[in-house]
């Protein structure tokens, strides 16, 4: 646990002067020597690491960045985008709080100074010896978590038609299972086919003829994000009986298209328990939220006590198309508070969650406040506002809004959180040593 103190005054200022729409004030790049630098032997290789598993033919981007033929006729956007660092999509503060996260494909200042120092030199594409090995990638019909021990469908497939507004439902099916097993890795995702095209989320969950939650949400698909991998010694438990409930939201894109979207599970051994139960929790929803019409920067706060000690292991944002910014805070025992994490652009388009290095993850005492706040912008100055001459209330509509985070976390005891308490202070006096 660390004790830092943040001002929250302060730091609300700062985003609401207009902190949290200047990309580039995290930091400004050094240019790079322009003379030398190539496609082939510089750039290629940061695209392989932050670009390409979305850029490559049958993924989600718009156009491939496998190739220099590929890259060449995009140079001068590209170079607007990661110097606005809106590619590779990656909206934590670099600057505020914890800066340490598994997965981040977000490039350092070096590489943003490279991509811009070759397209200041003309794009040239260099020797081709120079280029890397090509990248090898998972087919988008194989599962992120590994071979799944099951797999839960949807119980009926749904058509989007060619032209329709966007559309929410709910599909419950029974999972199958006659004993209580605990989960190492959960993955939801939409039918191969053309699922991913029509489904901007899918979120999953288990649900019990007695109304017990079940842990919280299962398990989300969203663009940016995969399955869950648990910790070594850690996972989540389904009761026998359960039922799966999909969660879906679609929209229209000018065919009509079927998917039947899936979530897969991979168990640890029967009868194994683990050390960890872990818990998601999706923070308060504020269906009181209210924005009004025009207005920008309309603070929400949110609030959910932790009985006992924890470690949290992920972050995920969730608002809709006029949300701007939003903070997760830690209130101690003690009253001192401390900021853990903050988005300063946040984008609907983008639904990502950020797993925390495990050797920062946060050590949170029993007792301790998570508190969400979130800030919408509802003015004509919001690209993304489909309407600000209109009053926005809580709506699962993407014409409504929403201020709310999914945390993943779960409870140790109290010898074992003093044991990790104590040795992170070791770690960081022998690191503070060395320096």
């Given at each position: 646990?660390r004790?830092?103190?943040i001002g929250?005054?302060?730091?609300?200022?700062?985003?609401a002067?207009?902190?949290?729409?200047?990309?580039?004030?995290?930091?400004?790049?050094?240019a790079?020597?322009?003379?030398?630098?190539?496609?082939?032997?510089?750039?290629?290789?940061?695209?392989?690491?932050?670009?390409?598993?979305?850029?490559r033919a049958?993924?989600?981007?718009?156009?491939?960045?496998?190739?220099y033929k590929?890259?060449?006729?995009w140079?001068?956007?590209?170079?607007q985008?990661?110097?606005?660092?809106?590619?590779p999509?990656?909206?934590?503060d670099?600057n505020i709080?914890?800066?340490?996260?598994?997965?981040?494909?977000?490039?350092?200042?070096k590489?943003?100074?490279?991509v811009?120092?070759?397209?200041?030199?003309?794009?040239?594409?260099?020797?081709?010896?120079?280029?890397?090995?090509?990248?090898t990638?998972?087919?988008?019909?194989?599962?992120?978590?590994?071979?799944?021990?099951?797999?839960?469908?949807?119980?009926?497939?749904f058509?989007?038609k060619?032209?329709?507004?966007?559309?929410?439902g709910?599909?419950?099916?029974?999972?199958?299972?006659?004993?209580?097993r605990?989960l190492?890795?959960?993955?939801?995702?939409?039918?191969?086919?053309?699922?991913?095209k029509?489904?901007?989320?899918?979120?999953?969950?288990l649900v019990?003829?007695?109304?017990?939650?079940g842990?919280?949400?299962?398990?989300?698909?969203?663009?940016g994000?995969?399955?869950?991998v648990?910790?070594?010694g850690?996972?989540?438990?389904?009761k026998?009986?359960?039922?799966?409930?999909?969660?879906?939201?679609?929209?229209?894109?000018?065919?009509?298209?079927?998917?039947?979207?899936?979530?897969?599970f991979?168990?640890?051994?029967k009868?194994?328990?683990?050390?960890?139960?872990?818990?998601?929790?999706?923070?308060p929803m504020?269906?009181d939220?209210?924005?009004?019409?025009?207005?920008?920067?309309?603070?929400?706060?949110?609030?959910?006590?932790?009985?006992?000690?924890s470690?949290?292991?992920?972050?995920?944002?969730?608002?809709?198309?006029?949300g701007?910014?939003?903070?997760?805070?830690?209130?101690?025992?003690?009253?001192?508070?401390?900021?853990?994490?903050c988005?300063?652009?946040?984008?609907?388009?983008?639904q990502?969650?950020?797993?925390?290095?495990d050797?920062?993850?946060?050590?949170?005492?029993?007792?301790?406040?998570?508190?969400t706040?979130?800030?919408?912008?509802?003015?004509?100055?919001?690209?993304?506002?489909?309407?600000?001459?209109?009053?926005?209330?809580?709506?699962?509509?993407t014409?409504?809004?929403?201020?709310?985070?999914?945390?993943?976390?779960?409870?140790?005891?109290?010898?074992?959180?003093?044991?990790?308490?104590?040795?992170?202070?070791?770690?960081?006096?022998?690191?503070?040593?060395?320096?």
């Open positions: 646990m004790t830092k103190r929250r005054c302060v730091l609300a200022a700062a985003l002067a207009g902190s949290v729409a200047t990309a580039s004030a995290q930091s400004a790049p050094k790079a020597n322009v003379s030398q630098v190539t496609f082939n032997k510089d750039v290629a290789p940061i695209f392989q690491r932050a670009c390409q598993n979305c850029h049958d993924s989600i981007a718009p156009m491939s960045l496998l190739t590929d890259a060449r006729p140079a001068k956007s590209i170079r985008k990661v110097s606005r660092r809106e590619m999509p990656w909206f934590i670099k709080g914890i800066r340490s996260f598994k997965d981040d494909p977000s490039l350092t200042d590489e943003i100074a490279t811009s120092a070759w397209v200041d030199a003309g794009a040239p594409e260099g020797l081709a010896a120079d280029v890397p090995p090509a990248r990638f998972e087919s988008a019909d194989e599962w992120h978590i590994g071979k799944p021990d099951m797999i839960v469908s949807m119980p009926v497939a058509t989007v060619p032209e329709n507004s966007d559309w929410w709910n599909f419950t099916v029974d999972a199958g299972l006659t004993e209580d605990y190492k890795a959960v993955e939801t995702k939409p039918s191969s086919g053309g699922g991913l029509v489904v901007h989320h899918a979120v999953t969950s019990y003829d007695d109304g017990t939650p842990g919280g949400t299962l398990n989300e698909y969203a663009v994000k995969n399955g869950d648990y910790a070594e850690s996972g989540k438990l389904i026998a009986g359960a039922k799966i409930n999909f969660n879906m939201h679609y929209h229209a894109v000018g065919t009509p298209i079927t998917d039947r979207s899936q979530v897969a991979v168990f640890y051994p009868g194994y328990v683990p050390k960890h139960v872990m818990n998601t929790m999706l923070t504020n269906d939220l209210d924005i009004p019409a025009g207005a920008d920067n309309v603070r929400s706060d949110a609030y959910f006590k932790l009985e006992k000690p470690r949290l292991t992920s972050y995920m944002p969730h608002m809709h198309n006029r701007k910014a939003q903070c997760l805070e830690a209130i101690y025992p003690n009253m001192i508070t401390e900021t853990l994490s988005v300063n652009r946040y984008n609907f388009g983008w990502i969650v950020y797993n925390y290095a050797d920062v993850a946060p050590l949170l005492p029993a007792g301790t406040i998570m508190h706040i979130s800030w919408h912008d509802n003015s004509a100055k919001n690209p993304w506002n489909p309407d600000s001459r209109n009053w926005v209330g809580f709506g699962n509509r014409s409504d809004d929403m201020s709310r985070s999914w945390l993943n976390y779960y409870y140790m005891s109290d010898d074992e959180f003093k044991k990790e308490v104590s040795a992170r202070k070791a770690a960081k006096a022998v690191l503070s040593s060395q320096r």
